[in-house]
C-alpha cells in the first residue's frame, strides 16, 4: 500500500505494510539512520520524531498513522528556528556523552520549546521524562533547554511574534 506523508518538508511515498511501524520504515525504506532503535516499547524515547509537530515514540505508531502528515526526524529538524537553537546549545554544552538517546533528546527538546517557549524546570521534566539516558546527561540536557529557549526568545525580539513551529 502506498503511504504519502511529508518527510523533513518533502514529499514522500512510501509502499509499505500499514502496520510496519514508522521506525523501520524511515531507517529501511527511506535511509534516515538517525532515529534511533531503543526498547521497541515507546519507553526509552530513542525513536521520537515528530508527527504535526508533536513528538510521538515511531516504534510504536505504524506508518499509516502519518498518512498525509509531515513527520520530521533529526535529519531535519534544524529547518526550523527552534531546532537550530536546540542543536547549537546541544553543541555549545556539549551534551552527548555516548550519543545514542541524544536524536530523541532534541526531537522531544524541540517539540517542548515550540509549545512552551518560556518552559519552566517542571514543563521540562514532564516534556523530557519519557527520555532516557543511560549516561546520565540530564543535568546538561536541562541547561541546554535552557539555553535553546533564551536564545529562540532572543531571536524572537527582533521579529513580530516570532516562531512557533519548527
Not at 502506498?2 to 510496519?20: C, M, Y
Amino acid at each position: 500500500m502506498a503511504i504519502q506523508f511529508t518527510l523533513n518538508g518533502e514529499p514522500r511515498s512510501v509502499e509499505a505494510d500499514p502496520e510496519k511501524p514508522l521506525l523501520w520504515v524511515l531507517r529501511e525504506d527511506l535511509a534516515m539512520p538517525g532515529t534511533k532503535f531503543g526498547c521497541g516499547a515507546g519507553l526509552c524515547g530513542a525513536c521520537t520524531v515528530h508527527l504535526d509537530g508533536s513528538a510521538i515514540r515511531s516504534c510504536l505508531t505504524p506508518v499509516s498513522a502519518a498518512e498525509g502528515m509531515a513527520v520530521t526526524t533529526i535529519e531535519g529538524v534544524a529547518k526550523g528556528a527552534v531546532g537550530r537553537a536546540v542543536a547549537q546549545a546541544w553543541t555549545e554544552l556539549d551534551v552527548p556523552q555516548c550519543g545514542y538517546c541524544q536524536a530523541g533528546q532534541i526531537m522531544s527538546a524541540v517539540a517542548l520549546l515550540a509549545q512552551t517557549p518560556r518552559p519552566s524546570d517542571a514543563d521540562i521534566d514532564a516534556a523530557m521524562a519519557g527520555n532516557l539516558c543511560r549516561c546520565s546527561t540530564y543535568v546538561r540536557i536541562r541547561a541546554a533547554i535552557r539555553k535553546a529557549a533564551g536564545r529562540k526568545a532572543a531571536d524572537a525580539g527582533g521579529k513580530a511574534g516570532g516562531e512557533a513551529r519548527s
